[in-house]
């Protein structure tokens, strides 16, 4: 008879088992594709703010060199070339370090027997870059063309 209980007992597992299987497996896939949808999005968020930032710098092309002084106040640089373009320059600098550096070690008995070791690691690193946006504009001081880099 304990045979027999324990055998219902398990059939009934194995059915619920069976018979719950495809829920959770549906429940798990869509848990997988939200997790997919939202590293998308993220993604693709990243993307079109880039973008957007370059459209609107670029934009400013046609516009009075006048407008845009108002609006983004006073130039960096001022530079004229040979074929007579006026070049206004917005330069952003970014400097620094970060990381750090973690000593390594050697452990050893009163033998000299090495127990422990561990190597030094250094990720320490430096940055200094420059973000420009160059304005070039003709005789009548309208924007002909934009420039936008890193130096």
Request: net charge positive; no cysteine; charged share 20%.
């Amino acid at each position: 008879m304990n045979k027999l209980n324990q055998m219902k007992n398990t059939t009934i597992i194995i059915l619920g088992i069976i018979i719950l299987l495809p829920q959770i497996i549906k429940a798990q896939s869509l848990a997988n594709s939200s997790t997919k949808l939202e590293g998308r999005l993220n993604k693709e968020k990243v993307f079109a703010d880039s973008q957007r930032k370059i459209f609107n710098i670029t934009s400013w092309a046609g516009a009075s060199i006048t407008e845009l002084i108002n609006k983004w106040g006073n130039f960096t640089k001022k530079n004229e070339t040979p074929n007579g373009y006026t070049v206004y320059s917005y330069e952003t600098r970014y400097y620094g370090n970060s990381g750090k550096y973690e000593p390594g070690y050697v452990v050893s008995d009163q033998f000299g027997n090495i127990l422990h070791q561990e190597t030094s690691k250094d990720n320490r690193y430096s940055y200094d870059f420059t973000d420009f946006y160059d304005f070039y504009t003709d005789k009548n001081n309208v924007i002909v063309k934009v420039n936008i880099g890193t130096r």
